[in-house]
């Protein structure tokens, strides 16, 4: 837990910090003071980790305040606020060691208070999710080559495989906004959905953001819904994708995204901000076309085909005669099959019609089995690739539209 010391002579720039503060799980407001002149004497018998001066009241008196607050508390860490770049630097100057700007936006406080718990060495080791100030989210997308492949079901899987980790915070993102449905998969009723988020995109703070998240009991993962109305799409431009993700970025240590199968501007957004990208497929010849065409678009995105990797689902499946070899699909795609899933149908949709994710209601089946290997090698700095799911190898198919679409070989 951070301890926090803040000073600001003027009401209307000390209550927003305050509220924003009050908001941040990892934020003990230990004290807060409108004169600079009587500041050292309240923090004297309790120094904070940190103190916060907002400078712009009177610069002078606050600049004062830092050197002494630098002399007299040497282990302290002092954040100045300030619109004057110039006051800022005198500040740093005088022994403060962060700074922001005014207005002061969430993100940028948050990035400043995680610098300063891993400086200090105050992380709270015990709060689920907290990070020291090095910290950085994991963002897998899951994208569609078309639809019915099981996208939704490996996001939904896959998020409540990584929140089974008590080390974990998993937040699950629905950005099919038209036709999303993983909040069915989970047996969730939404609140408050993106939709809430984007008409309040400029005065976000971490409740309002929290209330937002839906919370499965079972697994721990949070779940933001996507639009109930399909005349809310409108409202929800790339930009407001953009910000939320990066607040929540902040707060989990994991973030799954369910993307549409449109390749929209807003799921752009969120495959240029993945680290990973996990394209779903099964071996088809309509899927696996997709799958070439869609990693043709991303390479003309810098650096986003380099985070692809190719899953394929759904591996012998009853019409495992009419599938196409997976070799013959790695040739194809020009790249290797990262993860196949087996195709486990009972237990799949007996699952969702439970609402359930399938750690809960069949922890012993292929599917579950397969994606937590799924999750395990994702969240793996060493690992590169999964063990493949055992799985017969299907038969290459014939045909002369195969013919034209892999070759001759």
């Not at 309040?200 to 721990?220: A, Q, T, V």
Request: net charge neutral; proline share 5%; with cysteine.
């Amino acid at each position: 837990m951070l301890r926090i010391a803040i000073v600001d002579p003027v009401d209307y720039t000390r209550e927003p910090l305050r509220s924003l503060l009050l908001g941040v799980d990892f934020v003990f407001l230990e004290a807060e003071s409108n004169r600079y002149e009587f500041f050292a004497d309240v923090i004297k018998e309790n120094p904070p980790d940190l103190v916060i001066v907002n400078l712009d009241s009177d610069k002078v008196k606050g600049q004062n305040l830092v050197t002494q607050l630098a002399h007299d508390f040497p282990k302290l860490s002092i954040l100045v606020i300030s619109n004057d770049n110039q006051a800022i630097l005198q500040s740093l100057q005088r022994g403060a060691k962060h700074f922001l700007t005014q207005p002061v936006v969430l993100e940028d406080l948050l990035l400043s208070l995680r610098r300063v718990m891993g400086e200090t060495g105050t992380t709270d080791k015990s709060q689920r999710g907290a990070a020291s100030g090095t910290h950085r989210s994991h963002m897998i997308a899951v994208l569609g080559s078309r639809g019915g492949v099981g996208c939704t079901t490996i996001a939904v899987n896959l998020a409540c495989n990584l929140a089974a980790d008590p080390a974990h915070a998993v937040g699950l993102v629905d950005l099919d906004l038209a036709l999303g449905d993983a909040d069915i998969s989970l047996d969730l009723m939404p609140d408050h959905t993106l939709t809430d988020l984007a008409v309040n995109i400029e005065k976000l703070d971490l409740n309002f953001i929290k209330r937002s998240m839906l919370k499965h009991e079972s697994s721990g993962l949070h779940v933001l819904a996507h639009p109930v109305h399909l005349s809310e799409l409108d409202g929800i431009q790339p930009a407001h994708v953009e910000r939320v993700l990066n607040l929540l970025r902040i707060n989990y240590t994991h973030l799954v995204l369910d993307l549409s199968k449109g390749l929209t501007p807003t799921d752009v957004v969120a495959l240029d901000m993945a680290d990973t990208i996990l394209l779903v497929a099964q071996c088809e010849l309509s899927s696996l076309r997709n799958v070439v065409r869609i990693l043709m678009t991303l390479g003309n995105l810098d650096g986003l085909a380099e985070k692809v990797r190719v899953v394929i689902n759904r591996v012998g499946s009853e019409f495992s005669e009419a599938e196409i070899s997976l070799k013959k699909a790695e040739e194809t795609i020009g790249k290797p099959i990262y993860w196949q899933g087996p195709n486990d149908t009972r237990a799949v949709l007996t699952a969702r019609v439970a609402g359930e994710p399938l750690i809960k209601h069949a922890p012993k089946c292929r599917a579950h089995m397969s994606l937590q290997s799924l999750a395990q090698a994702v969240t793996s700095k060493s690992a590169s690739r999964p063990t493949l799911a055992a799985a017969p190898p299907p038969a290459a198919a014939g045909g002369k539209f195969l013919k034209g679409l892999f070759g001759k070989k």
